[in-house]
């Protein structure tokens, strides 16, 4: 499969846990997209890399939340502290630049 | 006023009827525009992009962009049930060197055997 892939797809976790994800693009793509999709809305852009740089973050990214992409090949987005609010799916997806974005299944969070 | 609007539905459909699902934008900037499907509990899939007036067909869709009216459709030719499925609209406002894509809350489509 040469799609975007993501790991773990489900993840349960307690409140105030830590908890990371991965993402690992399509290989050509040299740009990495992490969203947050809550029920009933659409994804929230969350930030994004081209290769290793981070060049945006969205204000919904408090500082409880970091990522990462250390050789401009897969992400990780750590969440620390983790709150019930943060429970939502987690979507990653990747682009050869501007072009169209390609989605992974996502990671669907539980805060108990 | 939401950045991207759309309907959120349900729009229910006949099999075989054409399904219309329309979206609008607030910044006139908005250079690139999608469609996305997405089924319950999976992500979203590419099915459509746009960047200029016109409509623009790809088997049985059509997406249509009136950039003056900041609207976007897309129109589903002989409707399956297969098609049910939340459409999400999707818009770019961003420069080219930019990321600035935001999505619409979508819209519920299904289609009645």
């Known amino acids: 499969d040469t799609g975007v892939s993501q790991d773990p797809r489900h993840k349960i976790t307690k409140r105030g846990q830590n908890v990371t994800f991965r993402c690992d693009p399509i290989s050509e793509h040299n740009r990495l997209y992490w969203y947050r999709q809550t029920l009933g809305q659409g994804p929230e852009f969350l930030t994004y890399?081209?290769?290793?740089?981070?060049?945006?973050k969205s204000r919904l990214l408090s500082d409880r939340f970091s990522a990462e992409r250390p050789k401009g090949s897969f992400s990780t987005l750590e969440i620390q502290r983790t709150e019930q609010g943060d429970s939502a799916m987690y979507l990653c997806?990747?682009?050869?630049?501007?072009?169209?974005?390609?989605f992974g299944p996502g990671t669907r969070l539980l805060v108990l | 006023q939401k950045e991207v609007e759309q309907n959120s539905g349900p729009l229910s459909v006949p099999e075989g009827a054409i399904a219309s699902l329309n979206c609008t934008y607030s910044d006139r900037g908005s250079q690139s525009f999608f469609w996305y499907r997405q089924y319950s509990g999976k992500s979203p899939e590419l099915i459509m992009s746009i960047y200029s007036n016109g409509d623009k067909e790809d088997g049985r869709f059509t997406a249509q962009l009136n950039k003056a009216s900041q609207y976007v459709s897309l129109l589903i030719r002989d409707s399956q049930p297969s098609d049910s499925a939340t459409y999400l609209c999707?818009?770019?406002?961003?420069?080219?060197?930019?990321?600035?894509?935001?999505f619409g809350a979508g819209t519920r489509l299904t289609v009645k055997p």
């Open positions: 890399f081209q290769n290793e740089a981070q060049l945006e």
């Open positions: 999707a818009v770019n406002r961003g420069a080219k060197i930019n990321n600035d894509m935001r």
């Open positions: 997806a990747s682009s050869f630049g501007v072009e169209t974005q390609y």
